[in-house]
């Protein structure tokens, strides 16, 4: 059974840090490119970043641009996303998910990923 189990969500302070975590387990990502999103209450989920199956390149909403830094640990099979200076509206549940493609480009599509998590919630609140 494959699964994508995300952690590390919870409530910080504007201007604070988190560090989300997603394991995987039932197979091996590491020729996957992996990305996360986040659904805000009343919105829609939206793309937040993406990493190349081999870590080389990344990509990032303008939203989280400069903030944000995604990473993977492939022999842990695992991705994370470091938050830092966090804001109000940053606060929403945050998933994970694994692309469809073999060794596939980077997308901002929901529909090119294939496993997604359970999601994680980040409140961002003084």
């Known amino acids: 059974q494959v699964q994508l189990v995300e952690s590390g969500g919870g409530l910080v302070q504007p201007g604070g840090s988190l560090r989300l975590s997603c394991a995987a387990s039932?197979?091996?990502?590491?020729?996957?490119?992996m990305g996360w999103f986040r659904q805000a209450p009343g919105k829609e989920r939206e793309f937040v970043s993406v990493?190349?199956?081999?870590?080389?390149?990344?990509y990032y909403a303008d939203s989280v641009k400069g903030r944000f830094t995604i990473s993977r640990d492939n022999a842990k099979n695992t991705v994370y996303l470091q938050m830092n200076s966090l804001k109000p509206e940053d606060t929403a549940v945050y998933y994970c998910?694994?692309?469809?493609?073999?060794?596939?480009?980077?997308?901002?599509?929901?529909?090119?990923?294939?496993?997604w998590g359970q999601g994680t919630q980040v409140t961002v609140s003084s």
């Open positions: 990493i190349a199956w081999n870590g080389g390149t990344t």
């Open positions: 998910a694994a692309g469809r493609r073999y060794r596939g480009g980077l997308s901002m599509r929901e529909d090119e990923y294939g496993y």
């Open positions: 039932g197979r091996t990502f590491s020729n996957y490119a």
